[in-house]
């Protein structure tokens, strides 16, 4: 090795170090700004104040509240991580295999990127202005067809009201990335398993939905990270009125709770873990489902 | 065949109906102020809200320096990365996929927790250093978008070329980036700044929690406290993100007719 | 009626029409294959054929049976694709039992057929592979397989040695052929390629413009080409300019040399009319049977192994002949004055 390395033209080595410098603000940059925080809480979830290890802040994440906080939290992302998925999937499906004119895809994929990314504060006083108590709809059923929403029961201070805001960038997301994918499946293979007997649901279940589904696992993870951290939609909408663990994380944060800045850390590993988690099954659902790409 | 034309339409007008009303109620809202009829007192107030046009101005300056910064980050370690570099693609990719997987709020909760002021690098103490962070996190957020759209650009163009022709002609590694790289992935950057753009102005958690009076914070304020005018807001915030998609759009297409005989 | 009966078959997509009153029938057993230029509707006529496109109007009976409104999985079609079209995601094994797998037979039957059909196309080490681990001439065997393997009427296959490089091209053209032969299957095959059309088929139809200009076996299409297009398109072919003198037993002038084709001629005497001549038919000097002899100049030698393509000009025209090669005989020198011969029976007379 040495001997190579002393035999390499003078010139390549400071080449070599200009790539390195070349790449160098970045990786500083991610390492203190997004990776040495991030190793901070997850460390800190493990410390008490004293700086001893311990398990005693994640023993505080059962505590019956944030137990809660967490579950509603799931629910939430997961029904609209599934239920985008599926309303994305059939829109997509809907625009790259139904016969649809051009201009109606293209528009439809412009307007998911932009509902997609209409997300945060401004999403949340559309349906509030939408699905409130005075919202358009709300008075539309109202006056029109004498459905009173508010005496059903509903609230968009809610769990179904918070679910039908996050629809409205998850389901473009899944529209988005999962366009691509089944444009990618090649009109012969449907042909091939019609001239083999095959009927169109025999062709989905066994070859479509197999080559998409790491793209679906995929995106069903994203969306469920993706509606896991969204903080200020949920501020925005409900106040801290619905307890689900990113709000909790914020008032905690903000010190308006409790407090105690170890059990904010136990708070944040839980969040950062249950992503990762996602994201994990993901990974390992993908590794198998794609035995067969190289 | 008339079948699935018909259930295409259906899946499509279903969408069409979630997704137009909410658009429909924060105009029909924005204009209701005045009672009995339709006006656009909402907007004028907001408008001219000292408030507003403080803290609007203050996150575009934000969101187009976050954009630099950006490109700064992104541009060479792409570039770098392919030509050079192969071997840290994946850890690349790992890295600029992390903010789409780590919550905001969480990597927020570290700077806080870093850089306080009894810490070695104690950034949230004062004004500058607490715009700093501000802007680095956003910068972090952007990350993903920046280094994807950058990236694509590198791969349509053949930079190992495009690098030893510059060379032959006797560029350095910062001309070459700036004079020959840039303007050839230009509208990928421009495309990846359209998103950070849009997803910066009307950012709240990191602004919140760093306490800094930006639009998104000035958002929920008036949410907190007004009727009309949040919807006004939404309908500003809703055009915006308009222009940015419309705007990659444009570009994107300028860019397929300039390359197009390739 | 023939097995495979293509009846006034028309396609139209919107105001172009790609394929024109085509008509056919395929006998049982046959190998037919399709040629013609990219774009002359060879792929439209298949996939009408297969189910996957609707005639405009016409019919297409198989064993007596009218297919033409039957939906694709119900024809019993073994289709093979340009680009192969594996199913990504199965086995070469579970590729080739894919149709009888949807067809309900249970699990030994289609193992054994299966392995029954590896066996056929030579590959029985690879049907735990994935189609990605294959290489293409691989791929294309297990598609054809993957096509045989329900029993299929008929098949059908698509310009399937196109993707793929010269010499298994070659080989995998051969092994078509003794595979259809072997399970003695009809067979509509496609392609662009006038050596491979000649060289495996029973008989050739060759289109143009979305007429099926002329039918019939290798033979009678390169020796007796109805139309000009037909003469252009298969082999190479010199074109004489020759003066009519009688158009009734086909009397023309050749330069100066008189050659009767006993023939009738549609065009009148005096015109000037074109006649086509293989390579191979015009030999190097005098030869028995030849009675035209022509006068000429070498213009180019080209040396391409066994074959030596020559350029003689005769009197103005242009004419390319085909000699072997023979160690003991150098061919002639560029510039060196020659006589040619030709029979007048190989002067072809073609139709616009
Ligand atoms: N779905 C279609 N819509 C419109 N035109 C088509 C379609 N399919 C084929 N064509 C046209 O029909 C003609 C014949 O096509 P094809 O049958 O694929 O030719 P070949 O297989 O001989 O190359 C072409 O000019 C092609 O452009
Ligand atoms: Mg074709």
Redesign the interface.
Known sequence: MTTSAASLPAALRPR?L???I??A??FL??T??????????VI?AFRNPQGQVTLENLGKLLSPSIRSAFWISIELSLLTAALGCL?GF??A???T????PRW?RNG?I??S???S??A????????????GR????TMLLRNWFGINLYGSGFSIVSFLGLALTY??FQ??LMVLIITPALEGL?R??R?????????GA?YWR??AL??LWPSLLGTLA?LF??A??A??TA??LT?SSLSIA?IV??AQ??GDVLND?HL??AI?FG??AL??IA?GIYILLRMRAE???? | MIGKRFWSLFAVALGGIYFLLPLAGMVDFSMRMKRGEYSFEAYRIVLADPQFQQTFLYSVVLALLTIVLGILLVVPTAYFVRLRLPGLRPVIEFITLLPLVIPPIVIVFGYIRIYNTSSILPLTGTWLGTNLLLLFGYATLALPYMYRSVDTGLRTIDIASLTEAAQSLGAGWARILTVVILPNVFVSVLSGAFLTFAIVIGEYVFAALLNVNSFGPYMVWMGGNRAYEPSALAVVAFAITWACMGLIQLVTRFSKFSTARR | MAFLDIHHLEKAFGATRVVKDFNLGIEKGEFVSFLGPSGCGKTTVLRMVAGFETPTSGAIRIDGRDVTGLPANRRKIGMVFQAYALFPNLTVAENIGFGLKVAGEDKASIARRVAEMLELIGLPQLGARYPFQLSGGQQQRVALARALAPRPQVLLLDEPLSALDAKIRISLREEIRRIQQDLGITTIFVTHDQEEALSISDRIVVMHQGIADQVGTPFDIYNRPATRFVAEFVGTLNLVDVDVVEAANGRVRLGEVPVVLNRPLSARAGERISLALRPETVALGRTEGHDVVLAGRIAEVHFLGSVIRIRVTVGGQSLSLDTFNQPDRPPPAVGASVEVSISDRDLLVLAA
């Open positions: 070599q200009i790539h390195w070349g790449v603000p970045f940059f991610a203190l700004f997004l990776i040495l925080p991030t190793l901070n809480i800190g309303f059939l829109i499906a809907a625009i295999l139904g016969d649809l109606l439809i412009t307007f990127g932009v509902a990314n209409f945060g504060v401004p999403l949340a006083f559309a349906f509030i202005a939408t699905l005075l919202g358009f709809v629809l409205y389901i473009p090649r012969e293979w042909e091939a398993a019609e001239s083999l007997g095959a009927s025999q066994m070859v197999p080559v994203l990270a993706n896991f951290g903080v200020a501020i925005a106040g990113p994380l914020f944060i903000r800045p904010g850390y944040a969040m950062i992503t990762a994201n035995r067969w790409v190289k």
